[in-house]
């Protein structure tokens, strides 16, 4: 069975850190690239990160550019993002996906998956 887990969500202060992570079990993490997208309370998906499936290429959305890191771990079958300086806009739910067969790089359709997890809260607020 195939699994997404995040965590690492939960409530900051604005100009604070959280580091997600997600955990990956039942196919071949090392196989394929990953991405983060969220969901901001009464809005649609959003795309925010990408990764190539080595780590050795990353790319961004503007909105999180310069804040947000994207990395993973193949040995360990986890993908992570660190986020820092975060502000009230980025409170949303926060999910780990891998691309849709054929999705193009950067993957950032915030829609098209093969898999997905269930989500972590972030809440950015004073």
């Known amino acids: 069975e195939v699994q997404l887990v995040e965590s690492g969500g939960g409530l900051v202060q604005p100009g604070g850190s959280l580091r997600l992570s997600c955990a990956a079990s039942g196919f071949t993490f090392a196989g394929y690239a990953m991405k983060w997208v969220r969901q901001a309370p009464g809005k649609g998906l959003e795309w925010v990160s990408s990764i190539t499936i080595s780590g050795t290429n990353t790319v961004y959305s503007e909105s999180v550019k310069g804040r947000f890191t994207i990395s993973r771990d193949n040995a360990k079958n986890t993908l992570y993002l660190q986020m820092n300086s975060l502000k009230p806009e980025d409170t949303g739910v926060y999910y780990c996906?891998?691309?849709?067969?054929?999705?193009?790089?950067?993957?950032?359709?915030?829609?098209?998956?093969?898999?997905r997890g269930q989500g972590t809260q972030v809440t950015v607020s004073s």
């Open positions: 996906g891998t691309p849709a067969s054929g999705e193009p790089w950067p993957h950032d359709r915030a829609d098209d998956y093969m898999y």
